[in-house]
């Protein structure tokens, strides 16, 4: 097998839930080289509970329990994750439950006053460069979003279509729909598998965007579609027993 080079990307796109009134938030990308350790303290800042006391259990798209990423010292992109799949982070959340003083007269900064104070959440984010306070890796969002945008523009409904995916094999199959899902950021390809090889009937969430029978339909980026003369394969299902 020597010269064979397995590629995957350095990051995973992830959404993130939490056991306290089953709140989500949207997508988050993380890098797979942080350690456990370090996502806990990201996912901290996020979902405001504490770095040492929660737990994380990953879930893919259909809600089926993968694994728990219990070992602090590990990398992220040791675990089996997808983009797309969920974080859930079980805590008992008493840093935020501290927060929620309800029917309580809450104490107000200006935005000037809050923006001179050192120690807030802003001025951390903006030392250590995250979030929306990142200007570069905004404008890649930017970027990719734009070629993003362009693809799926070049790209017809109905063309016939080849989809390469890193570490699976490619799939025929025709396009159905081309643009964004409710939930999902940046721009999506709706494919009609030839086999049913695919994820779902053309629905997202119990939103329905093309139809086709169930697993034969899937979602991807424009980037792993190549429009071209790919004639349907004769599939004979009585070659083999």
């Known amino acids: 097998m020597a010269g064979f080079i397995v590629i995957s990307s350095d990051f995973v796109n992830v959404h993130i839930s939490t056991s306290k009134d089953d709140i989500s938030f949207n997508e988050k990308r993380f890098s797979k080289d942080l ?8 996912l901290e800042l996020i979902t405001g509970g504490s770095c040492n006391t929660m737990q994380i259990q990953a879930f893919d798209k259909d809600n089926k329990f993968i694994c728990s990423l219990d070992d ?3 990398l992220l992109g040791s675990y089996p994750l997808d983009d797309g ?15 929620d003083f309800e029917n309580i007269p809450k104490f ?7 923006a001179k104070k050192g120690d807030t959440v802003r ?13 570069e890796n905004i404008q890649k969002k930017d970027k990719l979003e734009k070629e993003e945008k362009a693809l799926v523009e070049s790209i ?5 279509c080849k989809v390469s995916v890193q570490n699976c094999p490619d799939k025929l199959g025709t396009v159905m729909y081309a643009g964004s899902i409710e939930s999902l950021s940046g721009y999506w390809i709706g494919v009609k598998y030839d086999e049913p090889l695919g994820k779902n009937d053309g629905s997202f969430k119990g939103k329905k965007y093309f139809d086709c029978p169930d697993k034969y339909g899937a979602f991807v980026k424009p980037h792993s579609v190549t429009c071209g003369d790919f004639p349907v394969e004769d599939y004979d299902l009585n070659e083999e027993i």
Do not use: P
């Open 85 to 99: 799949m969920r974080l859930h982070v079980v805590d008992n959340f008493i840093m935020r439950n501290e927060l």
């Open 35 to 42: 350690t456990i350790s370090d996502l806990k303290a990201k």
């Open 72 to 74: 602090n010292n590990a």
């Open 156 to 160: 017809k409904i109905g063309s016939r």
């Open 123 to 135: 001025s951390f984010l903006l030392k250590n460069k995250l979030g929306k306070y990142n200007e």
């Open 108 to 114: 107000e900064l200006s935005q000037d006053e809050y």
